[in-house]
Structures are given as C-alpha cells and as structure tokens.
C-alpha cells in the first residue's frame, strides 16, 4: 500500500532578477531561467536544512511543498500567466519515516522548454513503476504500472513531455537531495529534497536500504494520500 504519493512537475521558468541585476534576460530586461518543480524554485537557507530541522530553527524553511502542483495541461503548447513565473521558496514535505512513497515526475512544456529529465534521489535507489507520454492521469495511468518486476534504479529519465512514476520506502533518515543530471537545467539550480519523519523542494526523515520486492503493491491502485 502506497501511503503517500506526490506528482511533482518539473518546468523552466522566468522569474525577475533581484535589485535589477540582469541587463537582457530571456523574456527582455530583468529576467532570468528558473528552473522549478511543482513550481517552486529552491531559495537557499543561510542556514542548514537539517541544522535548522533538529535545532528547531523557525523560518528556515516551510512545510507546504504541494502534494499536487497547480493544474493545468501540462505538456500543451501554451502555458497560462500564471504558470510562467515560480514561487521562490524553501519548502519541505514531511514524510513520515518507513512510509511508502510514490512520486510520479511530470514533465511540462513551459516556454516551450519540454525535454528529457534525468532525476535521482540521494540516499536512495528505487523502483521505477510507469513511464508515459503526456499528462498523467490519475485514474487510468496507474493501470499500465510494472508492480511484477519493475526494474530498481538510482536514475530515472522522465521522458520529454512525459511521466514517470518511482517508489520507494522511505527508511533512510537524512535530508536527501533530489535533483537532475541535466547540466544545462542544474547549472541553473533545480533541486529537490525529500524530508523524511522532499522542496523547490525538501524530504526530511527522522535508517537506509531499498524497497524490498515483497513490498511492491500488488494492485495498480493507490492508497489514501
């Protein structure tokens, strides 16, 4: 039984630059890329994620990072106002430790950025469930899930206006970086932590091995989030 699931987009955003310190940016004077999930783009701390989490530091970061990102069609050709420009936020989803986690990557088509995404999780490997083309779907997607023999991977690739599901139990207690190895879009900082007890995104856990095949689903439903 999956016990918590996240569908995190991945998208290139524009966002104004501080203090007016871009001369040309791609969308005319003031602007830069920023690279989002969920559209949240990470805002570093001056202090310690996890320093702040077991000092019990406030105002270093939030805990809202969404279950489910704003809605729109994801992978269309046009792009609402108000999907173009990322909230800068350090936010964190608390995950509660041993919990079994699926998170479904959706690749979107913002400023016409669509592309393949590489993304791994620090502390872990997991078990990649589904892939697909377009907007995932919540009741029919998960039908065409591998809950027999999916194959455990520390990478998955999200293909280019695409999905991709993985899961994982959430038994490593650390603040566990996930990010993109693609060097154009990392150059520009879009990273994800989970937070286990994931922000622009932060997975926070209060130990560490893989899901275990007997821990697979065996349904291609999906349990109470």
């Known amino acids: ?28 004077n003031n602007t830069r890329l920023s690279p989002s999930l969920s559209n949240v783009s990470f805002h570093a701390p001056s202090i310690d994620l996890l320093q702040a989490y ?3 530091i406030p105002g270093i970061f939030e ?5 489910e ?19 800068s936020a350090t936010k964190v989803k608390v995950i509660n430790f041993n919990s079994s986690v699926e998170i479904v990557f959706q690749g979107t088509n ?19 469930v589904g ?8 009741v029919t997607s998960p039908s065409t899930y ?27 207690p650390d603040l566990n970086l ?15 932590y989970l937070c286990e007890i994931l922000a622009a995104a932060l997975f926070l856990n209060p130990k560490s091995s893989c899901w275990k095949p007997d821990l697979i689903e065996e349904e291609a439903k999906i349990g109470p989030v």
Not at 63 to 67: A, E, Q
Not at 110 to 128: I, R
């Open 1 to 28: 039984m999956v016990y918590k699931r996240l569908l995190i987009t991945i998208s290139l955003n524009i966002a104004p630059c501080p203090n007016n310190t871009c001369t040309l940016g791609p969308n005319g």
């Open 54 to 56: 077991y000092r019990k």
């Open 63 to 67: 805990t809202d990072f969404p279950l």
């Open 69 to 87: 990102p704003q809605a729109f069609n994801f992978t269309a050709d046009r792009t609402p106002s108000n999907a173009v420009a990322p909230e």
């Open 110 to 128: 913002v400023l016409n950025s669509a592309e393949n995404h590489p993304l791994h999780l620090h502390g872990y490997s997991f078990y990649v």
């Open 131 to 138: 892939y697909g083309d377009g907007n995932f779907n919540n």
């Open 146 to 172: 591998n809950l027999v023999d999916p194959p455990e991977m520390n990478t998955v690739a999200v293909p280019r206006n695409g999905w991709a599901a993985v899961r994982f139990k959430a038994d490593n």
């Open 178 to 192: 996930t990010n993109t190895n693609d060097l154009s879009i990392l150059a520009i900082s879009q990273i994800v």
